[in-house]
């Protein structure tokens, strides 16, 4: 019993670790950077990258720490 309930926290506390960063997504332009976007997490960052770099050009994905 005392292993399913130690599993059990272990599980929860490496879900909770995975939300501790947001993931934005700036447009780079020659002298700086512009948000564009906020993804859900690392995944959706990357899809929107991939989605839109032809038609926004540079991109790149900045993590922050949440509040």
């Known amino acids: 019993m005392k292993n399913i309930i130690i599993i059990g926290l272990l599980?929860?506390?490496g879900c909770v670790n995975n939300q501790k960063y947001r993931y934005e997504v700036h447009l780079r332009?020659?002298?700086g950077t512009m948000h564009l976007?906020?993804?859900h997490d690392y995944?959706?960052?990357v899809?929107?990258?991939r989605e839109y770099e032809k038609?926004?050009?540079d991109m790149m994905m900045?993590?922050?720490r949440k509040d």
């Open 11 to 13: 599980l929860t506390v």
């Open 62 to 64: 900045v993590r922050q």
């Open 29 to 31: 332009d020659g002298t």
């Open 47 to 49: 899809n929107y990258i």
């Open 43 to 45: 995944k959706d960052a």
């Open 55 to 57: 038609s926004h050009g």
């Open 37 to 39: 976007y906020t993804g």
